[in-house]
């Protein structure tokens, strides 16, 4: 389900209209959900908040759409404290920050419903006090809500957002026989999957090791900052230290690099799947799902991904055993690339038997290899030029006994990768 635009979030508040003037009576708080019961006309209308991080939604139901428990928790009770059994006097949306609908009981008491991927909030005011569902960041610049398409209506957006809501396996399996629920069912992981992505960039990008590294160089002392004290050990001389924390500043580097494509890729994915839920049916293009292939899950080695397409998949081993390990997972139809007169990782670019790689994929894969054998580095060998082994797996044999982990290969192709 694709973020909302601000002209359909305007359609959505134009349908609370109806809420005015009536009375917060009931009120359910969990996981990510905030329902509110309005008692108008001798019955109840509901306005239901999800907070997901990838698609916040606020709908407005006559009737709860799905069942809820409700936990207390301190939004719960602040509400209950502050709002309940008041009327609603206006809904509003924040011209200046797009995605902010405020809804207000009177004086400066009322209810902000952020609705910004990744930056989901909901925050009450009353008395002079505030309490928000999670941590109160300052608003920033608002999000392009550009529109690819025509706008949805409310029934539109209430059908995608159930069709996501689905729970168990038997609603997963419904939605599956469905080419529109097999779209909506991948577009979801590939949204959970960015968001685990773009938050371990952000724990990454965190990590200050070169940072550490750089100061204790120049002051030449361990004598560091508090919060620097985990990323030191005092028990070691100074020169192993620099050693050790630059040599982390380098994995981390080259770790980014291969998320940074991942998330790149999710991307490109995501808006794909969006583009296809605008479809009529019977122009889907959708492929049936198969089976993931996982070669350092089921290799049980630890790597590095680069992550091409659907089709291309390339893992760098992390030593020597691992490398052997995906060696040993190729089919003989892989590849299996390496820098000539260089010590370091191999590369496996895995590939659906049929699929044809051009020297483009290939030079893309080289130079994702280059810049994780360098780290650091990689920048100092602008121009360089370096020669890159290529050969299907079939002709590479591992030399039996050697703990280093070097091969033997023959049919191999020699490519130029020119650093830049």
């Known amino acids: 389900m694709k973020a909302w635009t601000v002209s359909e979030l305007d359609n959505i508040i134009a ?13 359910k708080t969990l996981g990510n959900d905030i329902v509110l019961g309005f008692f108008t006309a001798g019955d109840l209308l509901w306005l239901w908040v999800d907070l997901n991080a990838l698609r916040p939604v606020m709908l407005p139901w006559s009737q709860l759409p799905l069942p809820l428990a409700s936990q207390k928790n301190p939004v719960n009770l602040f509400l209950r404290a502050h709002f309940v059994g008041r009327p609603l006097l206006s809904v509003e949306r924040d011209e200046k920050w797009g995605r902010v609908v405020r809804l207000g009981f009177g004086g400066d008491d009322g209810i902000e419903i952020r609705l910004f991927p990744h930056g989901a909030n909901f925050l009450a005011v009353s008395a002079g006090k505030i309490i928000s569902w999670d941590k ?9 809500t550009k529109s690819f398409g025509a706008d949805r ?17 038997a609603g997963k399996k419904a939605a599956k026989a469905d080419p529109v629920g097999r779209v909506r069912l991948d577009l979801e992981r590939k949204q959970k999957a960015l968001l685990k992505v773009e938050q371990e960039l952000q724990r990454k990008s965190d990590l200050p090791w070169r940072e550490v590294g750089e100061w204790i160089k120049r002051e030449q002392t361990l004598e560091v900052r508090a919060e620097w004290a985990p990323f030191v050990d005092k028990r070691r001389k100074l020169s192993w230290n620099v050693d050790h924390v630059f040599g982390k500043a380098r994995d981390v580097e080259g770790k980014m690099f291969g998320t940074e494509q991942r998330r790149n890729l999710l991307l490109e994915e995501i ?7 605008e479809k009529p049916v019977n122009q889907m293009t959708l492929k049936p799902e198969k089976s993931k292939f996982q070669p350092l899950k089921d290799s049980d080695a630890e790597g590095r991904t680069l992550r091409i ?14 490398n052997l390990k995906l060696l040993r997972k190729a089919r003989a139809w892989d590849f299996w690339l390496h820098l000539q007169d260089r010590p370091g990782a191999h590369v496996i670019l895995f590939r659906n038997k049929s699929t044809t790689v051009s020297d483009a994929v290939l030079r893309q894969v080289m130079g994702w290899f280059v810049k994780l054998q360098l780290g650091a580095k990689f920048p100092k060998h602008a121009g360089e030029k370096m020669k890159v082994i290529v050969t299907e797996c079939r002709h590479v044999r591992p030399i039996k006994g050697d703990r280093l982990g070097r091969v033997n290969y023959q049919n191999e192709r020699i490519l130029i990768y020119q650093v830049p």
């Open 15 to 27: 349908s609370l209209k109806p809420l005015l003037g009536a009375r917060l009576q009931e009120i």
């Open 136 to 144: 109160r960041a300052e608003l920033s610049a608002p999000l392009d």
């Open 153 to 169: 209506n409310l029934d539109e957006l209430r059908e995608q957002w159930l069709g996501l809501r689905s729970k168990g396996p």
């Open 271 to 277: 808006r794909r799947l969006e583009l296809e839920l």
């Open 309 to 322: 397409n659907e089709e291309l998949v390339a893992f760098a081993g992390k030593n020597a055993s691992d």
